[in-house]
Each structure stands twice: as C-alpha cells, then as structure tokens.
C-alpha cells in the first residue's frame, strides 16, 4: 500500500507542467530544415538514441543507469549531455522519441533548464519524433491500445511544448515488423510520414534495386486518402553506416584530423564516408539520403557523437572543391522528409503490409507473436479496466489525473519488448508488477465512482467494492467465503449487452435477483479437475454458479446472490454430469449443435441451425523448438523472437481424451483431459452462436531436453485453397496467402513460421462456392496461419531451451509460483456462418471480447428488499443505445469541464449490406451524467484541432495525395454546433467536448 501511495504521489507531482515564454521567433518543423543542394548528393545526419521502455533492464534501471553490468545505459544522462552540446551549437540537431523517459527527465530539471529546453525544441534543434509514451509493437497490440498510448504521450509533449512539440514524424525502427492498421492510425493522427528500420531482407533486396525504398502506403481500404502516409525504410537499420560509430560503446576509429600526429586519418575516413554515401545513393530515389547517427543508448556522452560528427561535416565538404557531390549536413526525419516532398516526383504505392518479418533465410520474427501469454492476456485485461475506469471518471467528474498512473503502465505494456514478450525474465516481472499496482490504483477509481453513482439517497452508506482478480482460474475469496453479496456488473460499451456471469462457490444451490428484484435462472457447474489442480490455486471453490444477467450501455446493474439451502432449488440449478456414452457425445442449443467423438475424445463436427454440417476436427499439436547455436544461419534456435520449428509437421498430444460431459438448463460442456498438462473445455451456452473453447496449458514439459511449441488446430471440411484472412491491430481484415508475398516473389525457406502471421482479434477462412465461413476469435494476440486446405491453427504456448540470439540473452522458458513450467488459460470462440453474414456476428463478438464486463463485489447484511432500496440497482451511462455499427472507443476526462470522446465505424465497405452503410447519430440528450455543450473534432490522437492540421500532399502512381489543406477531405461536419455525427465504414472520429455535468 505504502508503494501505490508513494507512486500515486509521484504522478501527481509528475502533471504539474509549466510554462516559459520563448523569445526568439519559433522556427520548429520544417522552418528550420536545411536545404541541401540541388546539384550535390545530399546526406541527412540524423542524430537520435533509441531507449528501450524496458527489455535488458527495467524501465527504471535504464532512467537511472543501474544495473549497468547488463547493459551500459542511462537515459537521464543522454538527455543532459545532448542539451548540453545542442546548447552550445545552434547547427546541431537532436531527435527525441520516448515521452515516457523525456517526462520522468523534465520533471527532475530546474526551471532554467526547462527554458533551455523550450528555447531548443521551438528553434527546431531538439525535435520530437513519434512521440508516444512507447514505441508500440506492431503485431502483438491492439488498436484502441496504440490510440491510447500515442494519444498520452503527445498530450505530455503539447501540454509542455505546445506546438512547437508537435512530431510530424512517425518513427518505428525497432519494431519486428509493421502492420497496415498502424500505418493507417499515423495518418489518421496526422503525421506526415513514417520511417522504419526493420525491413525483411528479401524485400530489402528487391526494394534497394527497384528504388522503392520509399513510397506511399496505402494503409486503409475503406479511408480512401486520409489512411495514406509516405513510408521509408532506413537504410541500416537505425545504426550508423559501418565503420561511423562514435559514440562511447562503439570500437570504430573517431575522425583525427591533425596532420601533426601519426594517426591523421581524414583521408582515408573522408574517401570510406563519400563511398558509402554514393553506395547508398543506389538505392533511393532522389539526391537526399538519410544516415542514421546513433544506436541503443547511444549519447551518454553527446561530446564524442558531435564533435567527431562536426568534422566529418567538414572534411567531407571540402571535398566539393575537388568535385565531389556529397554534401553532408545535421539534419532531422521531418527534414529529410521535406527534401523528399519539395522533389516533386511520383512515389509507387504499397497495399499490404510488412508481416511476417525475416533477418535471414532462418529468421522469421513470427515466434513473439505468441511469446509469454500470460502478459499478452493480462495487457487484454489491463486495457479492459482502463476503458472502464476512464468511463467511470468522466460519468462521475473525477479528476482525470487520478487515471495518469493507469496510462502510463499502460502505455509502457505496448512499447515493443513488452507486449511482445522478448524482454529479460526480471523485465518482464517488472511490467506485470507495474500494471498490477496500476489496477488497483483504478479499483480505487471504481470504488470512488460507485460511491457517488449507487446509493439511493445521501444519507446511505458506500458499500466497498472488492474485485477477485483470478476469476480466470476460478477463486474468489469473496464469493467463497459470505453468503449474501452483491455483484455489480458494469458494461463498457455502448449498447445494450447480454451476458454469462459465472462466480466461484463452495455451495450447491444460489437465490440471485436481478435489479428488479426477480428471480434469476442459475446453474451450479463443476469446476474442471484440471482446473482445481492449477499451482498456486488457493480456492475452495468446486463449482460455479452461472446465471444471465442483462446490462445497460456504458453502465451497471446489480445481482443479489445468496447462498440458498432449498432443495427444489438445488436441484433446479444441477448440473448433470456423464462420463460415459455410446457413440457421439452431444452439447446443443437453439443454434448449434457440436460433435464429439466418443471413441476419440476430439471435436469432429458442427450442426448448424438450417441443418447443414461442418466437419471441424480440433485437437492440440506441438512442434520442437528448433535447437542451435546461432553460429550460422542454418543453426538458428527457436526463441522469443523467432519461430523455427525442427520439422514441418506438428506432433498430436492425446490420441485417447478423457471426456466428461455437464448438462444444465444454461451451459453445456465437455471436459476433455489431452495430457496431465493439457485440457480443454468446449463449452456452449443458451442462446449463443458461438462455441467457447477454453483451453489450460502447463507445465509444457521439457525433460526430454526438447523447447516446445503448442498448437492448436482445426480442420474442416471447407475448400478454402491457399486463402486466409488475419486481423490488423483489431480492426481491417488482410487477405494472406500461403507461400506468397504480394510485394516480391518469395523464396521460403521456413514454410511452417514463413507463413504465420500475427492474430490480434481473429483468423478466418472462406469457402466461396459454399458460401460458407469459419472464424476463431482469440482473447489475446498469437501466432497463427492457415497452413492446408481447410484449415486454421494459432500457436497458444512456448516453452524453449535456448536463445535465439537477437539480444535478450535467454531461453523463452517461463516458470510459475511452483518453480516449474508457466501454466496458462484462454479461450478461443468459434463460428460458422454465412460469408454475408459473417461479418455481423465476428466484429460484435470481437468488441464484446475485447469491452467485457467489469465485476466487482459486495458484502451486504440486510435483506434484499432493504438493500434495493438503499442503492440504485441500474445505471445506464446513456439514455439510448448507439447504432449498431458504432463503438464508442473513449470516453475520458480531459480537462477541467471536458471529456475526450471517440466513435468508430466499425465494418469495412464490404461486410455487411446494411451495417457498413454510413451512419450518424446526435449527442444532443444522449448522456445521462453530464450534457455535451460543444464539441471541437481533433485528429486521432488528439493533439492538433482538425480544422488547423495539415499534411504534406503526395504525387502517387496514378493521382496525388491530398494532403489536409482542405478540412473537408477529412470528413469534418459542417452541423457539429447541433452535436450530430456522421460516420463512414472504418472511421474514427475524435472530439473534445465541453460538457456540464448534471
């Protein structure tokens, strides 16, 4: 408690953010730019450090520059020294990226420096690029997460910097790979341009001789221009060109450049510099180039960088007396961005996206798509609460600084070595300590929250409400232990939802009354034997009790549970249990009925409604974990990175599964026990039209001295060719093709990891001539792919005995409170639809998922009749619900008397015949908390007014890009005065409101 306080305490401090006034005229942005020369070979140094947000060493250790015998690096004194050296030069230039390591420094600086600072970043020599509170991983996050992030880390840059700290630069050269749905979010958030660094090298290749190594990407199929963003790759990744290291922990010779001394070498560094330049020249379309000029933690000691920079500048220079053309000057991404634009050529597109990433013929970075499971769930569940908490603020007017502890754990969970799980074992802790102190600071926010929102007059007493965090497992102590609780459900989106509720407990019979006081159906359902021999399980829980509960949009309900003793009752809420049967075992309901087979164990098939069948075999499958000591290309391990499996096919766990069936009036399943270590429950509820499969995996044994890789796989009977389709970041869908990539032909040398791809939502695949379509939905991001005819698998667990020699020094092999193996729990949920219609249960099912509702707990000693009367049972957050089509991604506080709000579109174009139709609906009277006086629309992450934010415009192959000269590209409405909101398919639009609140 001690420390949430003292954290809490910090980030308080940490907002108070003050204001200098700049003298001299600001000359940021492209002001600022040097020129270059149109007759010379124009060389951008671009001077910048990449900071990690934790992967070596924790978040803290590289602020501080401790634990320095893991790795040499201290954050605060790279940004001492580099506004040392930038003060004392006004031709240097700097770039910044991470605003969760520039706001810990800022807050520490005195008032003298902070004006410094200003004066640097208005005169455009200290730049900020990216500008998230993290640079996000691309594959593994989720799309409202990297709004979130972003839209926190430019809100810390504007609120100091004002305009001046406005990136025009998108700035991801780290991440193993780059989706379609980021590049689009970018635009969205009105950058001009995105440069990375990591670029499969065979598409390296065929771009560096085609001269595409810039373009404009089309991001968005149904955005049209406003998803557009020009997009470089760097040339050398982010490092200097070889040999052009100077800073602290590099080897390579500095330029030394008195002819006095022995060891004068201008020449032969000037003759090595011009070279590489015109070498690179090859490969780019104009006479700018870009060069890199820094590394990890690179600039603890700036002196070293610029002054051997300083006279590479001019010894090269010089050269142009003897007729040389390159010309080498300080420079910035946005400059040498601007140098690209002001060239006036016509740029190739791009369609697709950049997944999977390869470094060499046994490198696919596809591995970290599925790595620790455990902090790609629990990311899932920290969003989850986040959105809730933010929601519960702003009903409430709570100060919005009491959410800053929650974003910034957030945002560090999406930097691009947490969410991925390629962090250090410690690293990795620390994230999840991180984010579990950030949750409890947001029950705080709950509790505060339902403390004006619940009692039925004043003079009522709070009731405290608990939370059971290991409900996944099936333990709550407070619903084991009392008899009478109250169990208050909040709902996080937008309309009206249905749901199951399931609660641990230790009796056999339960009266539950919904918020009218009626009677509810339940069904006491026994805990799966694998699941009550989970390590670390401290439960007295043998069942759970099941019931329906009915939820307002962006609100709550109450449900009085108490332990009943009635015996009609018990047997009302019995569930039957079988563990032996003749032929198919059977679970059914309205929709669907599933197949097991008796003898196998394994699902075999599906019935639909109009009667058709589905084959669909599922069982769990292992590939090993290729072993190797990275020496060479062939000898490349599997690890947290990278997924090589020894061998193409898969081995089956469990030839022989023990089932036992549990029939009830709510839920049916089958419990199937694969290995000691391996079960699974199929599970179907009333009314539902999908089957959850929820799967436990570990301890994975490895006493065989063998890494593996766990599956698991369905097979139907669909003709779906070599065709498939994965999510993007949780919006767009991208076709994928097997052995294929559309940008350059592929030589595959992985045919297994070559072709996963990363499912941060769903995977599906398409019979045309049936129509038929066959979806998985994930609750959390993996690996997964479409491998043969028919078929999908999603790689859920990796247990590996070695590293794969990218960095994090160690095996991917998670251990639990035992000391043994990481064991691990999920669901995946399963349906099969019609292609029309496909798209109208997967995307509701996946925000479902994605928004589930909060549950909290309750003691209460009246009788029911008496606590329906002390406290509001309901309370809906709107008066109506929103159209179908439309989430509500934020609603946040902001500042005093404004909330930030978001509304997204989203179906694409061509999902449904009516959903994706353009939608609009007003705010006016829409809330039941506050009333929405005016509304301002912003760009995406909410750092520039819309009506005031520009983009640089574009000649593409075939028409130009419209750069945001003219607001009404952008969709802004004319009627916003009269609060009404128009939306096409894929839309986000962002706002903030002036709101009083009733």
Request: contains cysteine.
């Amino acid at each position: 408690m001690k420390l949430i306080l003292l954290l809490t305490a910090i980030i308080a401090s940490a907002t108070v953010v003050l204001s200098f006034p700049v003298q001299e005229t600001p000359r940021f942005g492209y002001e600022s730019c040097p020129t270059g020369e149109a007759d010379k070979l124009n060389v951008h140094l671009v001077c910048h450090t990449h900071n990690d947000v934790g992967w070596l060493k924790t978040v803290d250790q590289y602020f501080y520059g401790a634990n320095q015998s893991i790795q040499r690096a201290g954050v605060q004194y790279i940004l001492d020294s580099v506004v040392q050296s930038l003060q004392h030069d006004p031709k240097k230039k700097f770039i910044y990226v991470e605003t969760a390591f520039f706001s810990r420094w800022w807050n520490e600086q005195h008032d003298s420096v902070r004006h410094a600072v200003k004066k640097l970043v208005c005169n455009g020599q200290l730049e900020f690029i990216g500008g998230g509170w993290s640079m996000n991983d691309e594959a593994a996050a989720h799309y409202n997460s990297i709004i979130d992030q972003m839209t926190f880390g430019l809100r810390v840059l504007n609120d100091t910097f004002g305009k001046c700290g406005v990136p025009k630069i998108a700035w991801q050269i780290d991440p193993f790979g780059h989706s379609r749905e980021q590049a689009s979010l970018f635009a969205q958030m009105f950058f001009d341009g995105l440069f990375f660094g990591r670029l499969d090298y065979q598409d390296k290749n065929h771009r560096e001789s085609t001269k595409t190594m810039e373009h404009v990407w089309k991001a968005s199929a149904n955005l049209g221009a406003r998803a557009d963003l020009f997009t470089g790759a760097l040339p050398n990744s982010y490092s200097p060109p070889a040999g052009f290291c100077f800073d602290i922990l590099c080897d390579d010779p500095p330029i030394m450049d008195d002819p006095n001394l022995k060891d004068y070498n201008v020449e032969q560094r000037v003759s090595e510099f011009i070279g590489i330049a015109e070498s690179q020249s090859q490969f780019y379309a104009t006479n700018h180039i870009v060069m890199t000029m820094g590394n990890d933690f690179n600039y603890q000691n700036a002196a070293t960088w610029f002054k051997n920079l300083d006279k590479l500048i001019k010894h090269v220079n010089e050269k142009q007396k003897n007729g040389s053309r390159v010309n080498v000057f300080y420079s910035t991404p946005s400059c040498y961005l601007y140098a690209l634009n002001k060239a006036n050529r016509t740029w190739t597109v791009k369609y697709d996206d950049f997944m999977p990433y390869a470094s060499d013929p046994h490198a696919y970075w596809t591995g970290y798509f599925t790595s620790r499971p455990s902090i790609k769930g629990y990311e899932r569940v920290g969003n989850n609460k986040m959105q809730v908490c933010k929601q519960l603020a702003a009903r409430t007017d709570i100060e919005e600084v009491a959410l800053d502890f929650m974003r910034r754990a957030m945002g560090i969970m999406q930097h691009h070595d947490a969410i991925t799980g390629t962090a250090k074992q410690h690293v990795t802790n620390d994230y999840e300590q991180t984010l579990a102190a950030a949750i409890e600071s947001c029950y705080d926010i709950v509790n505060e929250a339902y403390e004006k929102l619940m009692p039925a007059n004043v003079s009522n007493p709070s009731l405290k409400q608990y939370f059971c965090n290991f409900l996944n497992i099936s333990q709550c102590n407070i619903t084991e232990e009392n008899s009478a609780i109250a169990i208050t459900i909040y709902n996080p989106l937008a309309w009206n939802v249905t749901e199951y509720v399931r609660v641990p407990v230790t009796g056999k019979a339960y009266k539950i009354l919904d918020y009218n006081g009626k009677a509810v159906e339940a069904q006491v359902v026994p805990v799966s034997s694998a699941m009550l021999q989970v390590p670390g399980r401290k439960s007295k829980a043998v069942a759970e009790v099941v019931f329906q509960v009915q939820l307002p949009p962006l609100g709550y309900a109450t449900y009085l549970l108490r332990n009943s003793s009635s015996g009609a009752v018990m047997k009302d809420q019995a569930s039957k249990i079988h563990r032996k049967a003749q032929g198919d075992w059977i679970i059914k309901n309205e929709h669907l009925t599933v197949f097991v087979d008796g003898k196998s164990g394994l699902l075999k098939g599906v019935r639909l409604a109009d009667g058709s069948n589905i084959t669909v075999n599922q069982s769990f499958y292992w590939y090993r974990g290729m072993n190797g000591n990275n020496s060479e290309f062939q000898f490349r391990a599997s690890g947290a990175y990278i997924f090589r499996p020894n061998g193409t096919e898969p081995l089956p766990l469990g030839n022989n599964v023990d089932i036992t069936l549990i029939n009830g009036s709510l839920v049916q399943e089958i419990h199937q026990i694969f290995t000691p270590w391996l079960s699974q429950i199929v599970r179907l509820y009333k009314g539902s039209e999908n089957v959850e499969m929820k799967w436990l995996v570990g301890p994975i044994p490895v006493e065989d001295n063998v890494g593996k890789e766990i599956i698991t796989r369905f097979d139907t009977d669909l003709k779906t060719g070599d065709l498939f389709y994965t999510d993007s970041n949780g919006r767009e869908m991208v076709l994928r093709k097997r052995n294929y990539r559309p940008t350059w032909t592929l030589n595959l040398t992985e045919p297994v990891s070559g072709n996963y791809y990363p499912v941060n939502s769903r995977i599906f695949i398409q019979d045309k001539k049936a129509r038929r379509q066959f979806t998985v939905l994930s609750d959390r991001s993996q690996g997964g792919s479409s491998l043969k005819d028919g078929s999908i698998e999603l790689m859920i667990h990796r247990r590996l005995l070695h590293d794969d020699a990218f960095g994090v020094g160690e095996a991917l092999n998670e251990t639990g409170v035992d000391g043994h193996g990481l064991v691990i729990t999920g669901s995946h949920y399963l349906l099969f639809t019609s292609i029309d219609k496909a798209a109208s249960k997967h995307r509701p099912l996946a925000q479902k998922l994605f928004m589930k509702p909060q549950i909290s707990f309750a003691f209460y000693n009246t009788s029911e009749d008496e606590y329906m009367k002390a406290y509001k049972m309901i309370s809906p957050g709107l008066k109506t619900s929103l159209p179908p089509n439309v989430h509500f991604l934020t609603l946040e506080p902001w500042k005093r008397g404004m909330l930030l709000l978001r509304f997204e579109h989203f179906y694409e174009w061509d999902d449904d015949a009516v959903l994706s139709k353009p939608t609009n609906f007003t705010l006016k009277n829409l809330f039941n908390d506050f009333e929405v006086l005016s509304i301002d629309e912003t760009t995406l992450s909410a750092n520039q007014y819309l009506d005031e934010a520009k983009r640089l415009r574009w000649n593409i192959e075939g028409r130009a890009v419209h750069g945001n000269s003219n607001v009404t590209d952008y969709h802004k409405d004319v009627a916003l005065d009269h609060l009404n909101i128009n939306l096409t398919p894929m839309l986000i639009r962002t706002f903030l409101a002036k709101i009083k609140q009733l």
